[in-house]
Protein backbone atom coordinates (compact mmCIF):
# COMPACT_ATOMS: atom_id res chain seq x y z
CA UNK A 1 0.00 0.00 0.00
CA UNK A 2 1.49 3.53 -1.06
CA UNK A 3 -1.64 5.65 -1.32
CA UNK A 4 -4.39 6.31 0.87
CA UNK A 5 -6.91 8.92 0.19
CA UNK A 6 -9.09 10.33 2.42
CA UNK A 7 -12.03 12.54 1.88
CA UNK A 8 -12.48 15.01 4.27
CA UNK A 9 -15.96 17.28 4.23
CA UNK A 10 -15.74 18.55 7.46
CA UNK A 11 -17.87 16.25 9.84
CA UNK A 12 -17.30 14.71 12.59
CA UNK A 13 -16.81 11.08 10.46
CA UNK A 14 -14.53 12.30 8.18
CA UNK A 15 -11.79 13.61 10.69
CA UNK A 16 -12.50 9.73 12.58
CA UNK A 17 -11.93 8.35 9.11
CA UNK A 18 -8.55 10.90 8.72
CA UNK A 19 -7.39 9.73 11.89
CA UNK A 20 -7.91 5.89 10.67
CA UNK A 21 -5.82 6.43 7.38
CA UNK A 22 -3.28 7.79 9.28
CA UNK A 23 -3.15 4.76 11.25
CA UNK A 24 -2.77 2.55 8.07
CA UNK A 25 -0.45 4.95 6.43
CA UNK A 26 1.70 4.32 9.51
CA UNK A 27 1.53 0.64 9.50
CA UNK A 28 1.80 0.33 5.89
CA UNK A 29 4.57 3.08 5.40
CA UNK A 30 1.83 4.82 2.94
CA UNK A 31 1.18 8.37 2.06
CA UNK A 32 -1.95 9.95 2.82
CA UNK A 33 -4.00 12.74 0.04
CA UNK A 34 -6.62 14.48 2.14
CA UNK A 35 -9.15 15.56 -0.64
CA UNK A 36 -12.56 18.27 0.21
CA UNK A 37 -14.89 18.46 -2.54
CA UNK A 38 -16.66 21.93 -3.02
CA UNK A 39 -20.06 21.53 -4.67
CA UNK A 40 -21.00 24.26 -7.04
CA UNK A 41 -24.71 25.58 -7.61
CA UNK A 42 -26.94 23.72 -10.17
CA UNK A 43 -25.80 24.48 -13.16
CA UNK A 44 -22.50 25.81 -12.13
CA UNK A 45 -21.06 28.92 -14.00
CA UNK A 46 -17.81 29.83 -15.01
CA UNK A 47 -17.76 32.84 -13.16
CA UNK A 48 -19.22 31.10 -9.84
CA UNK A 49 -16.34 28.09 -9.84
CA UNK A 50 -12.79 29.87 -9.18
CA UNK A 51 -14.71 31.74 -6.22
CA UNK A 52 -16.21 28.74 -4.64
CA UNK A 53 -12.80 27.15 -5.04
CA UNK A 54 -11.22 29.40 -3.52
CA UNK A 55 -13.95 30.19 -0.46
CA UNK A 56 -13.66 26.32 0.04
CA UNK A 57 -10.02 26.25 0.05
CA UNK A 58 -9.97 29.05 2.63
CA UNK A 59 -12.26 27.13 4.57
CA UNK A 60 -10.92 23.63 4.38
CA UNK A 61 -7.27 25.31 5.23
CA UNK A 62 -8.02 25.40 8.94
CA UNK A 63 -8.46 21.98 9.05
CA UNK A 64 -5.56 20.87 6.79
CA UNK A 65 -3.27 22.78 8.96
CA UNK A 66 -4.49 20.47 11.94
CA UNK A 67 -4.25 17.30 9.65
CA UNK A 68 -0.74 18.03 8.54
CA UNK A 69 0.65 18.55 12.23
CA UNK A 70 -1.04 14.82 12.97
CA UNK A 71 0.67 13.60 10.09
CA UNK A 72 3.69 15.46 10.70
CA UNK A 73 3.77 13.65 14.31
CA UNK A 74 3.20 10.34 12.77
CA UNK A 75 5.71 10.46 10.63
CA UNK A 76 2.96 10.20 7.39
CA UNK A 77 3.68 12.09 4.17
CA UNK A 78 0.45 14.30 3.78
CA UNK A 79 -0.69 16.44 0.29
CA UNK A 80 -4.33 17.87 0.79
CA UNK A 81 -6.47 19.31 -2.19
CA UNK A 82 -9.57 21.33 -2.78
CA UNK A 83 -11.36 20.35 -5.86
CA UNK A 84 -14.96 21.62 -7.30
CA UNK A 85 -17.91 19.18 -8.63
CA UNK A 86 -19.87 16.31 -7.57
CA UNK A 87 -18.58 15.04 -4.26
CA UNK A 88 -18.31 11.19 -5.06
CA UNK A 89 -17.69 11.88 -8.40
CA UNK A 90 -14.46 13.39 -7.56
CA UNK A 91 -13.13 11.23 -5.29
CA UNK A 92 -13.39 8.22 -7.26
CA UNK A 93 -11.62 10.67 -9.92
CA UNK A 94 -9.08 11.97 -7.08
CA UNK A 95 -8.76 8.04 -6.47
CA UNK A 96 -7.70 7.13 -9.78
CA UNK A 97 -5.77 9.75 -11.02
CA UNK A 98 -3.24 9.19 -7.67
CA UNK A 99 -3.50 5.85 -7.99
CA UNK A 100 -4.58 5.15 -4.56
CA UNK A 101 -5.00 2.30 -2.94
CA UNK A 102 -7.44 3.01 -0.48
CA UNK A 103 -10.47 5.11 -0.05
CA UNK A 104 -10.84 5.84 3.64
CA UNK A 105 -14.01 7.94 4.14
CA UNK A 106 -16.87 8.87 6.67
CA UNK A 107 -20.50 7.68 7.02
CA UNK A 108 -22.63 10.66 7.64
CA UNK A 109 -25.52 9.91 9.09
CA UNK A 110 -28.49 11.63 7.05
CA UNK A 111 -32.39 10.47 7.43
CA UNK A 112 -33.62 7.40 5.48
CA UNK A 113 -35.81 10.15 3.55
CA UNK A 114 -32.46 12.35 2.83
CA UNK A 115 -31.02 9.37 1.35
CA UNK A 116 -33.04 8.45 -0.72
CA UNK A 117 -33.84 12.04 -2.44
CA UNK A 118 -29.89 12.77 -2.34
CA UNK A 119 -28.35 9.61 -2.57
CA UNK A 120 -25.51 8.24 -0.84
CA UNK A 121 -21.84 9.81 -1.42
CA UNK A 122 -20.51 6.78 0.70
CA UNK A 123 -22.72 4.57 -1.70
CA UNK A 124 -21.90 6.03 -5.39
CA UNK A 125 -18.10 5.87 -4.10
CA UNK A 126 -18.42 1.71 -2.82
CA UNK A 127 -19.61 1.64 -6.46
CA UNK A 128 -17.74 3.30 -8.82
CA UNK A 129 -14.18 3.25 -6.72
CA UNK A 130 -11.35 1.89 -8.28
CA UNK A 131 -9.45 0.06 -4.80
CA UNK A 132 -11.01 -0.28 -2.20
CA UNK A 133 -13.03 1.74 0.70
CA UNK A 134 -13.37 1.53 3.71
CA UNK A 135 -16.33 4.18 5.60
CA UNK A 136 -15.69 4.96 8.89
CA UNK A 137 -18.63 5.30 11.08
Do not use: N
Amino acid sequence: MKTILAAHDGSESARRAFQFAIELARAFGAGVAVVSVARPSEPPTSVETPALLEAATEHFEKDFAVFREIAKAAGVPLETAVVVGHPADQIVHEAAERQADMIVMGHRGKSRFQRWLLGSVSKRVLSYAPCTVTVVR
